[in-house]
């Protein structure tokens, strides 16, 4: 699965809010795309409470039972859908999740008006 | 695409919390996998955003450009997926946001310890 760039913002409204229009939707539905499988949903987690906040890639490989393409494949479309970035310092590439992403997801599903009525 | 019923609790850690187990990714994966399509994403916004918290379903096929039995299939795929739950009253049946699944959802995202560092 190759996923475009979508690290552009996706933004700031939830669902219980305005009218989605049709690129919103797509641009998210990327993203959850992105999210749904259950290896690239652990590697996330790994990454998102790693000490420090970041993994080095070479600890990322051993929890799973696939092997270590498979998984960089699953960074990269992690990666692309801007969820995750990389940096390598050295020998090893070093992830880190990127807050503003998340953050977005947990806003849009916030229900702030329902849990409040 | 059928899903099975996920409506069990999928409870309650953050991503950036303890180690998630493969139960736990495999039932998350598929919460995704039905938020993971433009149409159902703008059906949970119009639901999520119905006044009284609740949408007639003969109102939810006007703003799509597909066929009716179309988004009858992709609310079953919300329903199954537990974000939703449909009731029948006369002719219509009439949806709503399952909100602890939402909020499940939101907390899920949440960046606590990177946002307070």
């Known amino acids: ?16 809010g305005p009218v ?30 790693a000490q420090g906040g970041e993994a080095c890639v070479c600890d990322l490989t051993g929890p799973f039972d696939v092997s270590a393409p498979t998984i960089s494949h699953h960074l990269k479309i992690l990666r692309q859908a801007g ?20 953050t977005r997801l947990s806003g849009l599903f916030a229900l702030p008006d329902l849990s409040g009525a």
């Open 20 to 49: 989605m229009d049709q690129d919103e939707a797509a641009d998210l539905a990327r993203v959850f795309k992105a999210l749904a499988d259950p290896v690239r949903l652990r590697l996330l987690n790994l990454i998102a409470s």
């Open 1 to 16: 699965m190759e996923l475009e760039d979508v690290s552009a913002p996706v933004c700031c409204e939830p669902l219980s």
């Open 83 to 102: 969820l995750i970035e990389g940096e390598r310092r050295g020998t090893w590439v070093y992830y880190r999740v990127i807050p503003e992403r998340l």
